[in-house]
C-alpha cells in the first residue's frame, strides 16, 4: 500500500470561532491545537500544514483555575545582560489579556518552522468583535 499524501494547494481551510467566556485556559488551549494541527481531518500529516484557522473572542474573560491569578508569572530576556523580566498573570490580564492564551497554545505548537507557521492561524481578540466576518466562521462549542 501507498501512503497518500493530499497536495496542499487543494486543502479547503475552514474558520472556526471560539467563545473564551469561563473556559478553563488549559482545556481550551488544547482544543485550539487540535484544530489548528488539523488533527480533526482525515487527511491529517504530522508534517503539512493542513490546520484551519481559529478566531478566539473574550479573550478577557478567560477561567484560571486554582492559585494561578496571583501565583503564576511570565518571564522573558530583553537580550541585554541583566535583562530578566517578570510579569504577574494579574499584570497581564489587565495590559494584554490575548498574549496569555497565545502562550498557552505556542507552548503546544511544534517547535518549528511549521510551528511558527502554524501559529500564525490563530486570532485573538479581546472582546466579541472580531473583523473576520466575511471568512463566515463556525462556532466551536467546547
Known sequence: MKTFNVNINFI???WYIINA???PLGRLATKIVYYLLGKNKVIYNHYSNVGDYIIIINADKI???G?????KNYYYHTGFPGG???IKLV???KKNPEKII???VKGMLPKTT???LIGKKLKIYKGKKHPHIAQKPLEILI
Open 67 to 71: 492559585k494561578k491569578l496571583i501565583k
Open 21 to 23: 467566556y469561563k473556559k
Open 102 to 104: 497565545k502562550l498557552a
Open 12 to 14: 479547503k481551510k475552514e
Open 84 to 86: 530578566l523580566r517578570k
Open 114 to 116: 511549521l510551528g511558527r
Open 63 to 65: 477561567k484560571l483555575t
Open 91 to 93: 499584570d497581564m490580564i
